[in-house]
């Protein structure tokens, strides 16, 4: 079996974890094979790749964007960027996969990244320090749909530990809000929409599992939108459908007629000569009406 092929039955048979970081890194391959074969063919147009997929923080260009606020969160431009963010998915996805299914964890990471993206673009249009920075901010990156993950499962189970260098076991709810209070004194940095984007995520898998603990599933429209859009691609069972004309009631009373004599014959037949002398074909009509 090639690695293509390993590659494949790998993503086919793994679970929602294994699948979103096989997107996040071919998108992360496309994305820089695409761009090295621009910059060989000198093909400049002005415009990256990364415009078209990134979320902008401009309502007038996001409305001829919309698709942004889906593409951004498996867009990554910086290697170290996707190995860190695949990393934290994948520690705390398996921790989530644990105690939710594999239609859960999607969910958070689907929506809590469209939470990501709607703070980011809600406070650059609010808050006076981004006015200026609006027309040319963009944001991408898994960073907020694996927040929401991490504030999630670390709501749920807070006091579960994992075992850190240096640290040793140190509980989930201590790295969540470190995390987030890192992200919060990290906004007046240079990548202040990066930082609002992950606590969107963050705030959302908080609100994720406190509407769950009282009954709520907060994700449950977007739940059955995922399934109506799989269904539309999962291959349908084939089947032939046979037709049989009924039958009424003279002619049901004919047939049941019919096939009583040829019991009473054999009946007979048995009463006269025994079983054994019986042919094969009516000790298999006797075997067929006996059941």
Same mark, same amino acid.
């Given at each position: 079996?090639?690695?293509?092929?390993?590659?494949?039955?790998?993503?086919?048979?793994?679970?929602?974890?294994?699948?979103?970081?096989?997107?996040?890194?071919?998108?992360?391959?496309?994305?820089?094979?695409?761009?090295?074969?621009?910059?060989?063919?000198?093909?400049?147009?002005?415009?990256?790749?990364?415009?078209?997929?990134?979320?902008?923080?401009?309502?007038?260009?996001?409305?001829?964007?919309?698709?942004?606020?889906?593409?951004?969160?498996?867009?990554?431009? %910086?290697?170290?960027?996707?190995?860190?963010?695949?990393?934290?998915?994948?520690?705390?996805?398996?921790?989530?996969?644990?105690?939710?299914?594999?239609?859960?964890?999607?969910?958070?990471?689907? #929506?809590?990244?469209?939470?990501?993206?709607?703070?980011?673009?809600?406070?650059?249009?609010?808050?006076?320090?981004?006015?200026?920075?609006?027309?040319?901010?963009?944001?991408?990156?898994?960073?907020?749909?694996?927040?929401?993950?991490?504030?999630?499962?670390?709501?749920?189970?807070?006091?579960?530990?994992?075992?850190?260098?240096?640290?040793?076991? #140190?509980?989930?709810?201590?790295?969540?809000?470190?995390?987030? #209070?890192?992200?919060?004194?990290?906004?007046?940095?240079?990548?202040?929409?990066?930082?609002?984007?992950?606590?969107?995520?963050?705030?959302?898998?908080?609100?994720?599992?406190?509407?769950?603990?009282?009954?709520?599933?907060?994700?449950?429209?977007?739940?059955?939108?995922? %399934?109506?859009?799989?269904?539309?691609?999962?291959?349908?069972?084939?089947?032939?459908?046979?037709?049989?004309?009924? #039958? %009424?009631?003279?002619?049901?009373?004919r047939t049941k007629v019919s096939n009583q004599k040829d019991i009473d014959k054999i009946l007979d037949k048995i009463a006269d000569s025994g079983y054994d002398s019986l042919s094969k074909s009516e000790k298999e009509i006797l075997f067929k009406k006996s059941k």
């Amino acid at each position: 079996m090639s690695i293509v092929d390993e590659i494949k039955k790998s993503f086919k048979s793994g679970s929602a974890l294994i699948k979103l970081i096989y997107v996040n890194i071919a998108v992360f391959l496309a994305v820089k094979l695409i761009g090295t074969f621009i910059t060989l063919l000198q093909l400049n147009t002005g415009l990256s790749i990364v415009t078209w997929f990134a979320v902008p923080a401009d309502i007038n260009n996001l409305i001829f964007k919309p698709w942004t606020v889906f593409t951004y969160m498996f867009l990554h431009q %910086d290697f170290l960027h996707i190995v860190f963010n695949m990393l934290w998915l994948y520690w705390f996805g398996q921790i989530f996969l644990t105690h939710f299914d594999n239609k859960k964890l999607l969910s958070v990471y689907i #929506v809590g990244g469209l939470a990501g993206a709607a703070l980011f673009i809600l406070s650059f249009n609010i808050f006076p320090l981004f006015s200026q920075a609006v027309p040319v901010s963009i944001a991408l990156g898994a960073s907020a749909s694996v927040m929401a993950i991490v504030v999630a499962i670390s709501v749920y189970i807070p006091n579960h530990k994992i075992h850190l260098m240096f640290l040793g076991p #140190v509980p989930l709810k201590y790295i969540a809000l470190f995390t987030i #209070v890192l992200d919060v004194i990290s906004i007046a940095s240079e990548n202040a929409g990066g930082h609002i984007a992950h606590l969107g995520g963050a705030l959302f898998g908080y609100l994720y599992i406190v509407q769950l603990r009282k009954g709520k599933n907060i994700t449950k429209g977007f739940d059955s939108f995922m %399934d109506k859009t799989f269904a539309l691609f999962k291959p349908k069972d084939k089947f032939k459908v046979t037709y049989k004309r009924p #039958v %009424d009631d003279i002619e049901y009373n004919r047939t049941k007629v019919s096939n009583q004599k040829d019991i009473d014959k054999i009946l007979d037949k048995i009463a006269d000569s025994g079983y054994d002398s019986l042919s094969k074909s009516e000790k298999e009509i006797l075997f067929k009406k006996s059941k």
